[in-house]
């Protein structure tokens, strides 16, 4: 298992989207860490391909905050799951 992270995205891709993941340039702030973390994607993609392996990428984004929005129809799904009382 390999730990990734949405600034892997293209700069411009919505969010919980991983179909744009490869699919323009990344934010240029986070251009470093994106090729990092693209490069161990691609790591576990030759593994499998090489070794019959089912190595996988996962990201564990949308973590929450203090100052998240909880809002059942546009938070992310960690705030959405713990929503607080109004």
Do not use: W
Not at 34 to 61: D, F, W
Not at 77 to 86: E, K
């Amino acid at each position: 298992m390999f730990l990734g992270s949405s600034p892997s995205t293209r700069a411009t891709a919505p969010a919980d989207q991983e179909d744009y993941l490869l699919t323009g340039p990344l934010e240029p702030t986070n251009e470093p860490y994106a090729i990092a973390k693209i490069a161990g994607i691609k790591l576990c993609e030759a593994y499998n391909a090489q070794h019959g392996r089912q190595y996988v990428s996962v990201m564990p984004t949308n973590l929450y905050g203090s100052n998240d929005n909880y809002d059942l129809a546009n938070s992310h799904v960690l705030p959405a799951l713990l929503r607080r009382p109004d």
